[in-house]
């Protein structure tokens, strides 16, 4: 249990000149940005995820099947205008120099297409048209591509940011009772716990004070992040090479 309970406590206060530095709080930020787009996605837009792809490939097989309430024009804007934010993700990597820059930049544009989504939201209303509705799912789902092919550079273990297939499978298949050594139980359990506040909160917030809200809050986590890697990868160090 020492084991586990530091592991948590290194993902979240990370020790001075460790090999991803403030990268893993950063990341696990994001990941409850993820829950709080995606529960966004589906209880208001309809029956599509701007975040988890897998979902929307799922969900156009039902819709195709005939499945009342799945569209598949919603959930193919989502898959598009997902791989075109990761596609911005790859062009972006390939010319900052350092991590540091590469999730500052991309989490200053995130938060830029997040005040454009909370703009769009409280213009619409609380009965949104169709065209908000697509307007809304492209916009999310580039800025969730983005992040994601951002998160996939970084390539910080278990912090994926929008997946937790392969985390989950890692949680019980290295687990000590399966034979393996524990290692990073703490940090995935995290990254869990990271998406299902985040996806909790929105629901709440949805349901009982308006469906801008979780939106907000996703703005003020994309915009500190932004800000604190820009301040510190002001100066070279263990954590920022790519």
Avoid: E
């Amino acid at each position: 249990m020492p084991g586990f309970f530091n592991d948590v406590r290194d993902t979240l206060v990370p020790i001075r000149g460790s090999r991803d530095g403030p990268l893993p709080p950063m990341l696990v930020g994001m990941t409850m940005v993820t829950g709080l787009v995606d529960a966004f996605s589906y209880l208001t837009l309809g029956h599509v995820f701007v975040a988890n792809m897998t979902g929307n490939v799922l969900f156009i097989a039902f819709a195709l099947a005939g499945v009342h309430g799945f569209s598949v024009v919603s959930s193919l804007l989502g898959l598009g205008t997902f791989f075109l934010g990761s596609f911005i993700s790859g062009r972006l990597c390939s010319r900052l120099k350092d991590r540091g820059r590469m999730v500052s930049t991309s989490a200053g544009i995130h938060a830029l297409l997040l005040c454009l989504t909370i703009s769009l939201t409280i213009l619409s209303g609380s009965a949104l048209s169709q065209a908000a509705t697509y307007a809304l799912i492209i916009t999310l789902a580039t800025s969730m591509g983005l992040m994601n092919g951002v998160a996939r550079k970084l390539a910080v273990p278990d912090l994926t940011t929008t997946v937790l297939t392969q985390t989950i499978a890692g949680l019980g298949a290295d687990s000590r009772f399966s034979g393996g050594t524990g290692a990073r139980a703490g940090r995935r359990l995290t990254s869990i716990a990271a998406m299902f506040l985040g996806a909790l909160i929105s629901a709440l917030l949805i349901l009982h004070v308006s469906m801008v809200y979780p939106l907000v809050v996703a703005l003020a986590i994309m915009g500190t992040v932004a800000i604190a890697a820009r301040l510190l990868s002001r100066t070279p160090s263990a954590w920022t090479p790519p």
